[in-house]
């Protein structure tokens, strides 16, 4: 059974920090690039930042380059997305996501999780 669980929201102050988590269970994650989505209201979901499975290229969006950092640990298969400095328009759902780089695999997605930036 494929589980992507995210945790780590809450609700934060303007330039607070917050670290999210990703426990990723029942699938290879070595064969999956590892994503951490957001969907903030009334807008489309935006993908925040990537990483391969070694962890050697990550790339990000513009909008959050400099403040959040993804990391793994596949000991742990788990993905990490540390936020600093954090903005009010940070405000949004986020949401894990497993990306197959192998023909016929399936994606996946995490139920997201609350992070709020307000003063």
């Known amino acids: 059974h494929v589980q992507l669980v995210e945790s780590g929201g809450g609700l934060v102050q303007p330039g607070g920090s917050l670290r999210l988590s990703c426990a990723a269970s029942?699938?290879?994650?070595?064969?999956?690039?590892m994503n951490w989505y957001r969907q903030a209201p009334g807008k489309g979901r935006e993908l925040v930042a990537s990483?391969?499975?070694?962890?050697?290229?990550?790339n990000y969006a513009d909008s959050v380059k400099g403040r959040f950092t993804i990391s793994r640990d596949n000991a742990k298969n788990t993905v990490y997305l540390q936020m600093n400095s954090l903005k009010l328009e940070d405000t949004a759902v986020y949401y894990c996501?497993?990306?197959?780089?192998?023909?016929?695999?399936?994606?996946?997605w995490g139920q997201g999780t609350q992070v709020t930036v307000s003063s």
């Open positions: 029942g699938f290879t994650s070595s064969t999956y690039l």
């Open positions: 990483i391969t499975y070694t962890g050697g290229s990550t």
């Open positions: 996501n497993a990306l197959p780089l192998h023909i016929g695999g399936y994606e996946y």
